[in-house]
């Protein structure tokens, strides 16, 4: 169970996150994909953050993942520099797909076409 302190470091590295692959995420995997920070999960010592992105409006998604990990000590840094006030030291941070969304759009597909089929 994440502490308090877990869940509010996690949820300013969220935000703050999310404004980093805003600014810089044109630069680093092009204008088409859009991707969001679902959730960042921090490790009970704080020194570890486990950031899962959604990636919508492209098929390789973790081509783009794996473009933001190239990237990851110039994101580092951009997030270290809007979150230096609030935390003594930055964790080090992992990126990760989130498919959860893509995840229940298959089920509820699959869920329809049963439905469908029952209907017959």
């Known amino acids: 169970m ?22 810089e995420g044109g630069y680093i995997y092009g204008t088409d994909p859009l991707v969001t920070v679902t959730t ?7 020194s570890q953050a486990k950031i ?4 919508y409006n492209i098929d390789d998604k973790q081509n783009v993942i794996l473009e933001i990990d190239q990237q990851l000590t110039r994101l580092r ?8 006030r609030h935390v003594r030291r930055i964790p ?9 969304l893509d995840e ?3 089920l509820n597909a699959l869920f329809n076409r049963i439905g469908s089929e029952e209907e017959e």
């Open 2 to 23: 994440e502490s308090k302190r877990q869940k509010q470091v996690g949820e300013l590295i969220r935000r703050n996150m999310g404004i980093v692959l805003q600014q």
């Open 40 to 46: 960042v999960k921090m490790s009970p010592d704080m």
């Open 52 to 55: 899962y992105l959604s990636v």
């Open 77 to 84: 840094q951009s997030l270290a520099h809007r979150v230096k």
């Open 92 to 100: 080090e941070i992992s990126f990760y797909l989130d498919d959860t």
């Open 104 to 106: 229940m759009y298959r």
